[in-house]
């Protein structure tokens, strides 16, 4: 199992010559997420080096250009590529009626399907599942619409002791499925052998929680708690709190609180205003609050394994 | 008088890590003008140093993805930098919907107001005039309804010869306008000074034929007869002649066969395919018939004074 996060683009507003919109790619237990996708987010794929046929699922956090105005061109893209298989996007009401009439009006017919999840709840839902993972909205509060995403991966099976099964001749491999799922084996003689003595614990499932644009919400630990890596916006620093609340955007220091508060393992800071020239500062004053936070930069690869 | 383009992307189909779509910016007789606005042109603009705030006009060739997937991005930010002033728009029929569904989905409410010139005429047309410079479609044969622009700095006044107009002290500041205009003068001894002794020629009026994405058309030669600079699309080499016509683009033999024909002085090829990596075999192949033929690249300025 493990989660592979690279950064695309983490800055907030507009493209720059050194700064580019927010998206992001999500390898986890070997499921491939597109998160967000401002202008340019395909010529980062390809900088990168993203597959384009590994993405399957979009999930657009919300409609402002610099979190989906790369959408349309790397749809259109997918399609000079001859791509067929279906893809889904997940995002809020509206983005189809958008999508479909820029690709209409680009004549970039398709032959592949798109499949639009419209999100309009104010309340988390799960909106994916496979069998190895599962994704969830985190409802979070801007000046439009907005959903986060919780990642999770599924609980794998126990793993089997092989070691152990030995001790026990009559227990053939074709036993071995209820095994993994946790169940007990009775013996001919009508002796139970725990699960516990046959089976090590499966690798802990990870998990990974994009919040992208918010204000500061103190809630959020209930939906993120735990989690191994929390992405939260951190537009501004503590100085600009007020401005922050403003526009619905949190402070590096308030990212860093809610990542203490939640008991998250790790903390990326990103969607940094194109204010600030030295975005080492975000790190500084997170880390005042919670230390293991580390800055979003373009390229910039998260990864761990269980 | 003078004519500077500078190329902001110029490569075909797809943006790819050193592959930019179409973006041009025309400075010309003081004028400004943006031509297409590929995905990422914003950013172009930004490295190229080309202000933002000089851009009125923009002229859409066309509506494939990789002429104006950037306009929309480009428009939201002029939102951000809180434009006031104005910004004219051409293009085909159907760029006003888009734009105007984009911008309002993604919340974009700009302070500025977008004006639309909706282009369908299948013929050259003037939709541009000021005191100094007068823009003319030139229609192009593509898979989808396609103008190419001619930019014209108008005629300017004749200049006053100083020396001369001395010979004749009764000649007042007061009358130069007229002399300017071209007018002889009547002293007031009967006498008629024939404005040819007064005045100099003025600089030659300056011209810029922009013409992408189009099959090899050699009828253009009677619109783009003598321009100072042809910027011709050249997809393919001459090896692929069949899957340009087949595709409504060119090869660099047939734009500069056309620079050849219409006596241009200068020719700039762009709009690469993919499959070339370098691009060098389009100047080269265009010089077998046409000298003064020069590679579009990313950043690279072209320079005309009259």
Same mark, same amino acid.
């Given at each position: 199992?493990?989660?592979?996060?690279?950064?695309?683009?983490?800055?907030?507003?507009?493209?720059?010559?050194?700064?580019? &919109?927010?998206?992001?790619?999500?390898?986890?237990?070997?499921?491939?997420?597109?998160?967000?996708?401002?202008?340019?987010?395909?010529?980062?794929?390809?900088?990168?080096?993203?597959?384009?046929?590994?993405?399957?699922?979009?999930?657009?956090?919300?409609?402002?250009?610099?979190?989906? #105005?790369?959408?349309?061109?790397?749809?259109?893209?997918?399609?000079?590529?001859?791509?067929?298989?279906?893809?889904?996007?997940?995002?809020?009401?509206?983005?189809?009626?958008?999508?479909?009439?820029?690709?209409?009006? +680009?004549?970039?017919?398709?032959?592949? &399907?798109?499949?639009?999840?419209?999100?309009?709840?104010?309340?988390?839902?799960?909106?994916?599942?496979?069998?190895?993972?599962?994704?969830?909205?985190?409802?979070?509060?801007?000046?439009?619409?907005?959903?986060?995403?919780? #990642?999770?991966?599924?609980?794998?099976?126990?793993?089997?002791?092989?070691?152990?099964?030995?001790?026990?001749?009559?227990?053939?491999?074709?036993?071995?499925?209820?095994?993994?799922?946790?169940?007990?084996?009775?013996?001919?003689?009508?002796?139970?052998?725990?699960?516990?003595?046959?089976?090590?614990? &499966?690798?802990?499932?990870?998990? *990974?929680?994009?919040?992208?644009?918010?204000?500061?919400?103190?809630?959020?630990?209930?939906?993120?708690?735990?989690?191994?890596?929390?992405?939260?916006?951190?537009?501004?620093?503590?100085?600009?709190?007020?401005? +922050?609340?403003?526009?619905?955007?949190?402070? $590096? $220091?308030?990212?860093?609180?809610? $990542?203490?508060?939640?008991?998250?393992?790790?903390?990326?800071?990103?969607? *940094?205003?194109?204010?600030?020239?030295?975005?080492?500062?975000?790190?500084?004053?997170?880390?005042?609050?919670?230390?293991?936070?580390?800055?979003?930069?373009?390229?910039?690869?998260?990864?761990?394994?269980?």
């Amino acid at each position: 199992m493990s989660l592979r996060l690279t950064i695309l683009g983490c800055h907030s507003a507009t493209p720059r010559k050194n700064a580019f &919109p927010t998206a992001q790619y999500l390898e986890i237990n070997n499921c491939h997420f597109l998160i967000d996708c401002g202008e340019g987010t395909q010529r980062q794929m390809r900088k990168y080096k993203v597959g384009f046929s590994k993405i399957n699922y979009i999930f657009i956090s919300h409609l402002h250009g610099d979190h989906f #105005f790369g959408l349309v061109g790397l749809l259109s893209t997918f399609g000079i590529l001859n791509r067929e298989k279906e893809i889904h996007i997940y995002g809020p009401k509206g983005i189809k009626e958008v999508v479909e009439l820029s690709l209409k009006i +680009a004549q970039s017919y398709s032959k592949f &399907p798109i499949i639009f999840h419209e999100l309009s709840s104010k309340k988390s839902e799960l909106i994916f599942e496979d069998d190895k993972v599962e994704v969830y909205t985190i409802p979070l509060k801007h000046r439009v619409y907005t959903n986060g995403f919780l #990642f999770r991966e599924k609980t794998k099976l126990r793993k089997i002791n092989i070691t152990a099964t030995q001790h026990y001749p009559e227990i053939e491999k074709c036993d071995y499925q209820k095994i993994k799922e946790g169940n007990d084996y009775l013996l001919s003689n009508g002796e139970v052998v725990s699960n516990s003595k046959l089976t090590f614990d &499966p690798p802990k499932p990870l998990s *990974y929680a994009y919040c992208s644009d918010t204000s500061y919400l103190p809630k959020l630990k209930e939906l993120i708690s735990g989690v191994d890596v929390l992405y939260h916006e951190s537009t501004f620093l503590k100085d600009k709190e007020e401005l +922050a609340h403003k526009t619905g955007h949190s402070t $590096a $220091a308030q990212a860093a609180q809610l $990542a203490k508060d939640s008991n998250v393992h790790q903390l990326v800071l990103g969607h *940094y205003s194109s204010r600030y020239q030295n975005i080492e500062l975000f790190k500084e004053e997170a880390q005042e609050y919670f230390e293991n936070a580390h800055l979003a930069e373009p390229g910039k690869i998260f990864e761990i394994s269980a």
